[in-house]
């Protein structure tokens, strides 16, 4: 037996919605963040909206604009290029974001404290980003541009956003200052590490694997007075070569102690490994 938690289909209508409404969060506090932290204080920490910063400082060009000229030729561009069949959502994105730039460009900067402003900045551009993700959804940009760089280049992904998110902070470095690009790379660390909680959430779950000689009695107390599902694993003992049998249980941190003393009172010679899970989707846990 098992805890459930309910969730909403992938086809449902409700979904659509939510994931809709999703996005629509995301690509507000992203516009709210870059106004009111990013481009006053002219930090360019990457990608598309980086680059409209540094373009509004030399040229004067309202960053909406840039962003607007930029995202809807490289979603045209993938759209060709990568073969693939862009989700309405990615359209949607890398119109609305512009647009919610413009609307709240009027809006005043609520520190001009760099530092201060690199980290929260970072922290509402991971925020929205994140919010996109969980809604399936995208803001386009230079993560598109990645992705074609990635696929006719062998390079990794991840080596591939870092290459256009890099040649960004540069160039912030030499057109406002090298302190101003440093700020940057400030503002892109918090920026990753918030989309990592928004997506993962907060609380890391444990996975625990017991080898014990009382494989049935362990298993009948898991799944009944834990009330946690587990998978039974085949393992060999590698100095006897005796059939094993390796009990794998997905539990909460605070299910964690309670997991040991349940296993020492059935088996008090049995043996557990205890491994983060930075994220868990299923009954019981997340719905995805």
């Given amino acids: 037996m098992s805890r459930k938690q309910v969730g909403i289909p992938l086809n449902s209508p409700y979904r659509r919605i939510f994931e809709y409404t999703l996005l629509v969060l995301g690509t507000l506090i992203l516009a709210l963040s870059f106004n009111l932290f990013l481009n006053p204080n ?3 920490s990457g990608g598309v909206s980086g680059l409209s910063t540094i373009i509004y400082n030399l040229m004067g060009i ?12 490289l979603f045209l561009l993938g759209l060709w290029l990568l073969d693939r069949h862009y989700s309405l959502k990615a359209a949607v994105g890398s119109i609305l974001l512009p647009l919610a730039v413009m609307l709240t460009s009027h809006l005043p900067p609520l520190t001009t404290n760099t530092l201060l402003a690199s980290i929260y900045g970072g922290i509402g551009v991971g925020l929205g980003i994140g919010l996109v993700f969980r809604g399936r959804g995208s803001t386009g940009g230079f993560s598109i541009a990645s992705q074609i760089l990635h696929k006719y280049s062998g390079l990794s992904l991840g080596v591939s956003v870092a290459v256009f998110d890099g040649l960004v902070i540069l160039l912030a470095g030499f057109i406002f200052s090298p302190e101003k690009a440093l ?8 920026t990753s590490k918030t989309i990592d909680i928004v997506q993962m959430g907060l609380v890391t779950s444990k996975v625990a694997y017991v080898i014990s000689s009382s494989t049935d009695r362990l298993r009948e107390a898991i799944l009944y007075d834990l009330d946690r599902g587990l998978t039974l694993l085949n393992g060999e003992g590698g100095y006897t070569g005796d059939d094993r049998s390796v009990l794998m249980v997905v539990v909460s941190q605070s299910e964690v102690s309670k997991l040991k003393v349940l296993v020492r009172s059935v088996d008090p010679d ?6 983060d899970a930075s994220e868990v989707v299923g009954n019981g846990f997340r719905s995805g």
């Fill in 270 to 275: 049995a043996f557990i490994i205890l491994t």
């Fill in 183 to 190: 700020y940057a790379l400030i503002g892109l660390f918090v």
């Fill in 42 to 44: 002219q930090i360019a």
């Fill in 62 to 73: 309202k960053p909406a604009l840039t962003q607007w000229a930029l995202n809807v030729p």
